[in-house]
């Protein structure tokens, strides 16, 4: 099956499923659709092939290897789901592989919690299939180095809208034409009401000619329970280097 077009959407959204910060402003996405009645493609961008030529013990804290090889597991999965089902199958498998993700308290001696090694494992991504209703057999895409040219591909449009010096998510406006940034990186969901306001503001930005970038690297810690931050609680301020929690 084939994927559709970006201009039969109002929106796409570049998705790695063990980004936060995309995770959350996914979830504010999902609110201005509900209200703006928008279309949303949901695509790949691989955290993993952005930063495939980057040393990972010298760059980053010890378990970000971990996690960006297994959101390319979950991808590839992704892929071979949307090549059978096409992309409006996106949006659910991206909501239900997110959840197992960051909507657990994955803190040290929740024992009732499976650890952060399983996320990506054969075992992990069965078990979503088949929650969702699909053949648990489609795991095995995880293994399938086929499979990683469908999401670097994704990756590689991404960049081409965006630019190369970019992280998670990337969101294109009226495509194929529109522009494209990475972000916004916010900590908490807003507000439904919040959520239009921001997305206006966001849009009239992105909109206007010539502009570029906003950005600090002050960052609340993402309002998550996989982070130990309960919805409605204020995130500690941290000071984010290269898009991670190391600062040395």
Same mark, same amino acid.
């Given at each position: 099956?084939?994927?559709?077009?970006?201009?039969?959407?109002?929106?796409?959204?570049?998705?790695?499923?063990?980004?936060?910060?995309?995770?959350?402003?996914?979830?504010?996405?999902?609110?201005?659709?509900?209200?703006?009645?928008?279309?949303?493609?949901?695509?790949?961008?691989?955290?993993?092939?952005?930063?495939?030529?980057?040393?990972?013990?010298?760059?980053?804290?010890?378990?970000?290897?971990?996690?960006?090889?297994?959101?390319?597991?979950?991808?590839?999965?992704?892929?071979?789901?949307?090549?059978?089902?096409?992309?409006?199958?996106?949006?659910?498998?991206?909501?239900?592989?997110?959840?197992?993700?960051?909507?657990?308290?994955?803190?040290? &001696?929740? /024992?009732?919690?499976? @650890?952060?090694?399983?996320?990506?494992? !054969?075992?992990?991504?069965?078990?979503? %299939?088949? $929650?969702?209703?699909?053949?648990?057999?489609?795991?095995?895409?995880?293994?399938?180095?086929?499979?990683?040219?469908?999401?670097?591909?994704?990756?590689?449009?991404?960049?081409?809208?965006?630019?190369?010096?970019?992280?998670?998510?990337?969101?294109?406006?009226?495509?194929?034409? &529109?522009? /494209?940034?990475?972000? @916004?990186?916010?900590?908490?969901?807003? !507000?439904?009401?919040?959520?239009?306001? %921001?997305? $206006?503001?966001?849009?009239?930005?992105?909109?206007?000619?010539?502009?570029?970038?906003?950005?600090?690297?002050?960052?609340?810690?993402?309002?998550?329970?996989?982070?130990?931050?309960?919805?409605?609680?204020?995130?500690?301020?941290?000071?984010?280097?290269?898009?991670?929690?190391?600062?040395?």
């Amino acid at each position: 099956m084939t994927t559709a077009s970006p201009s039969e959407y109002d929106i796409e959204f570049f998705w790695d499923p063990v980004c936060p910060f995309a995770w959350i402003t996914s979830r504010w996405i999902h609110k201005v659709q509900a209200q703006r009645d928008y279309s949303v493609n949901w695509r790949f961008i691989s955290l993993r092939l952005l930063n495939a030529q980057i040393d990972y013990d010298a760059h980053f804290p010890a378990e970000y290897e971990h996690g960006h090889t297994a959101g390319l597991r979950m991808l590839k999965v992704a892929a071979a789901i949307r090549d059978d089902f096409g992309t409006d199958a996106m949006g659910p498998l991206y909501d239900a592989l997110g959840n197992t993700v960051f909507e657990v308290d994955r803190r040290p &001696g929740q /024992a009732d919690v499976e @650890p952060r090694d399983w996320l990506g494992t !054969s075992e992990h991504l069965s078990t979503v %299939l088949t $929650d969702l209703g699909y053949d648990p057999g489609y795991a095995a895409a995880a293994d399938d180095d086929g499979a990683t040219a469908i999401v670097q591909a994704d990756t590689d449009a991404a960049l081409s809208l965006s630019g190369h010096d970019v992280g998670t998510p990337i969101i294109a406006f009226d495509p194929p034409t &529109g522009p /494209a940034f990475f972000g @916004p990186v916010i900590s908490r969901v807003p !507000s439904d009401d919040d959520a239009l306001e %921001l997305w $206006d503001a966001v849009v009239t930005l992105a909109g206007f000619p010539g502009f570029a970038e906003i950005k600090r690297s002050l960052r609340e810690r993402p309002q998550l329970r996989s982070f130990g931050v309960e919805p409605g609680e204020a995130g500690v301020l941290e000071d984010w280097k290269a898009g991670s929690r190391r600062w040395d």
